[in-house]
């Protein structure tokens, strides 16, 4: 089974910016489509980004809530994806989790199969 370590995650103010970092192991990753997901204390698992595998172009895809924000990215040779998060508003407060599942992109968190354990990322106003 693949293996997820999110990392980056942090205490910022509003206004300021995070790199997080999700290294994977354990499958081949450039066919794999990566997903950033987060999660606010009582509400559910929301999609913010995803990048198709190689066989789909590496297609990006963000959530209209952080579009001109969020930047997803990918380093097939280091096997890590990065989202890069500019503009931190309260709201983005979560824990932020890298998935992966098959070729192509989807918002659903049930369908990807592998996890990582989460990065806090909190924005104070």
């Known amino acids: 089974d693949g293996q997820l370590v999110e990392s980056g995650g942090g205490l910022v103010q509003a206004g300021g910016s995070l790199n997080l970092s999700c290294a994977v192991s354990?499958?081949?990753?450039?066919?794999?489509?990566i997903a950033w997901f987060r999660q606010a204390p009582g509400k559910e698992r929301e999609g913010v980004s995803c990048a198709d595998g190689s066989n789909y172009y590496g297609n990006k895809y963000y959530a209209d809530s952080v579009k001109g924000r969020f930047t997803i990215s990918r380093d097939n040779s280091k096997k890590t994806v990065y989202l890069q998060i500019n503009s931190l508003k309260p709201e983005d407060t979560a824990v932020y989790y890298c998935?992966?599942?098959?070729?192509?992109?989807?918002?659903?968190?049930?369908?990807?199969?592998?996890w990582g354990q989460g990065t806090q990322v909190t924005v104070s106003s």
């Open positions: 354990g499958f081949s990753f450039d066919d794999y489509a």
């Open positions: 998935a992966t599942r098959g070729e192509m992109c989807s918002w659903y968190a049930g369908h990807f199969g592998s």
